[in-house]
C-alpha cells in the first residue's frame, strides 16, 4: 500500500484539522445551544439587497464581464468603496492600496506565505485567531508570545528567534474584540506594537475583521492609521490591514480584502496570479452593490443585535457562574473569553457539556500557539436569542460548579 505520508511534504505534518470548523457540525442539532461558531446570524442577512443585486447583474450589460474572467486586484469599483471606508477611520489610501482576496483567511494564508519561511518567528498574542495559526502553520514558523506591558524588550524577540534558527518576520493581532478573547488594545498598547516593529523592523498584521462591530466605548484608530500619521502616508508604513465583509454583509461570498504599502501588494497579486487568479468577479460586483447602497444600514442592524446578546451573555454569567471563573467584557465582537478554575479542562468540559447539558462553546487550548491554557473556553452570543442565551449559560454554570464541587 502507498504511504502518502512519506510522499507529502513535511509543512503537512503541521496542518491540524479546526476544532471550530467541526464544532459547527454541531449547529444542525436542533436540541444544542450552541455557543461555539464566531459566525453572523444568517437571520440579519440582507438577503434581499442581494437579490436585487444579483438581478441588477443579470439584468444589465454588465453581466458578461461579471461572469468573466477578471483583473488580480480585484473589481476597482469594490476596491474604490472600501478605500473611502477606510478613510473614515484614518486609513488614508488609493484603490491601488487594496487588494481583494477570497474572504480574510487567504489574506492570512498568503501573508504567511509572503512573510515567513520555515524557523522564522511569527510574534501571536496568547491567545490568538485560531484560523490564523492554521494558516501559518503551512509555512513551519515558530511562535513567540507577543507582549504589549513592556516586559520583553526587541533584543529578547530576536534572542529568541535567533535561537531556532531563524528571525522574527512579523507580529500579528486583533486590535478590537479580538477572536477568541472580545479584547482591544488600548492606544497605549498600539503605539507601543508601533514602536516595537519598528525597533525589530517588521511587519504589523492587523486582522480588523470585527472593526465594525463596536456597541459601547470609545472607538481607538486602527494601528494602521497611527503608523500612517506617523509616517506621513501609507507607502512609509509596516502595517498591513486586512479585512472582511463576512461579519456585516454574508461570509458565503467569501469576500475579504487587504491595505497595504503598493510593494506588498504587489507580491499578493503576483500570489493570486498563481493561486486562483482572481477571487469571484460576480461575488465582487454584487458586494459592491449592497455595500455601496446600504451598508451603513446594515451595520447598524446587526450592531443593534447582536449588542443586546452580548448583554445577555454577560448578564447571564453574572448570574449563573461560580465566583471562582473569570470572563471578559467586550465592547464588541461576537466573543466572550471564560477562564476556568486551574486544573480544569476546557475539551473535557465540552464532552461532558454536550452528553448532559446540550450546550457547545470551543475549548481554549487551541487557540495557544503552545497548546497550554487548557481551562479557557470560547463563546459567541452572535447566533442565539437572549432566552437561548441565558438557558444555555444557566446550564453551563450548573456544570461548571458541579465540576468545581467534584475536584475539591
Known amino acids: 500500500m502507498l504511504d502518502w505520508e512519506q510522499i507529502f511534504a513535511t509543512r503537512s505534518s503541521r496542518m491540524r484539522a479546526s476544532e471550530i470548523r467541526e464544532l459547527l457540525k454541531l449547529l444542525d442539532q436542533p436540541d444544542i445551544i450552541s455557543f461555539a461558531g464566531g459566525i453572523p446570524d444568517p437571520a440579519l442577512f440582507p438577503d434581499a439587497a442581494f437579490k436585487e443585486a444579483y438581478s441588477d447583474i443579470f439584468s444589465s450589460a454588465q453581466v458578461g464581464s461579471a461572469l468573466q474572467y477578471s483583473v488580480s486586484e480585484g473589481y476597482k469599483p469594490l476596491r474604490e468603496w472600501i478605500a473611502r471606508d477606510v478613510a473614515k477611520i484614518g486609513i488614508d489610501c488609493t484603490p491601488d492600496n487594496v487588494f481583494i482576496t477570497s474572504g480574510s483567511q487567504q489574506a492570512l494564508d498568503y501573508l ?158 503576483l500570489m493570486k496570479q498563481a493561486a486562483d487568479l482572481h477571487s469571484s468577479t460576480i461575488n465582487q460586483i454584487a458586494i459592491e452593490h449592497v455595500a455601496s447602497r446600504g451598508f451603513d444600514a446594515q451595520v447598524a442592524k446587526i450592531k443593534a443585535v447582536y449588542s443586546k446578546r452580548r448583554d445577555a451573555m454577560l448578564a447571564a454569567l453574572d448570574k449563573y457562574m461560580p465566583k471562582n471563573t473569570t470572563w471578559t467584557r467586550p465592547e464588541g465582537g461576537m466573543f466572550v473569553w471564560v477562564t476556568l478554575p486551574e486544573g480544569m479542562d476546557g475539551a473535557e468540559l465540552l464532552a461532558k457539556s454536550i452528553a448532559t447539558e446540550k450546550v457547545a462553546f470551543v475549548p481554549g487550548k487551541a487557540f495557544y500557539a503552545d497548546g497550554s491554557n487548557a481551562n479557557t473556553l470560547r463563546m459567541s452570543f452572535s447566533c442565539a436569542d437572549e432566552a437561548m442565551i441565558d438557558e444555555g449559560i444557566k446550564r453551563l454554570g450548573r456544570l461548571i460548579s458541579n465540576a468545581i464541587r467534584a475536584a475539591a
Not at 507582549?147 to 528567534?161: F, H, I, K, Q, V
Not at 516593529?197 to 504589523?204: Q, S, T
Request: glycine share 8%; net charge negative.
Open 112 to 269: 504567511g506565505k509572503l512573510f515567513l519561511s520555515p524557523k522564522d518567528t511569527a510574534l501571536v498574542t496568547w491567545p490568538t485567531y485560531l484560523g490564523a495559526l492554521s494558516a501559518f502553520n503551512a509555512y513551519e514558523p515558530n511562535y513567540d508570545q507577543l507582549s504589549l506591558n513592556g516586559n520583553r524588550t526587541p533584543e529578547a524577540y530576536r534572542d529568541t528567534a535567533a535561537k531556532t534558527g531563524g528571525a522574527v518576520k512579523f507580529a500579528y493581532l486583533s486590535a478590537d474584540f479580538s477572536n477568541p478573547t472580545g479584547e482591544t488594545i488600548d492606544l497605549a498598547g498600539r503605539e507601543k506594537l508601533l514602536a516595537l516593529a519598528d525597533e525589530l523592523d517588521i511587519a504589523i498584521l492587523e486582522d480588523a475583521a470585527y472593526q465594525h462591530l463596536r456597541y459601547d466605548g470609545e472607538a481607538i484608530p486602527p494601528i494602521m492609521a497611527l503608523d500612517i500619521a506617523r509616517k506621513g502616508g501609507i507607502e512609509n508604513t509596516r502595517t498591513i490591514y486586512s479585512g472582511s465583509f463576512s461579519k456585516t454583509l454574508a461570509p458565503g461570498l467569501r469576500v475579504g480584502f487587504v491595505v497595504a504599502a503598493m510593494p506588498v501588494i504587489r507580491k499578493l497579486v
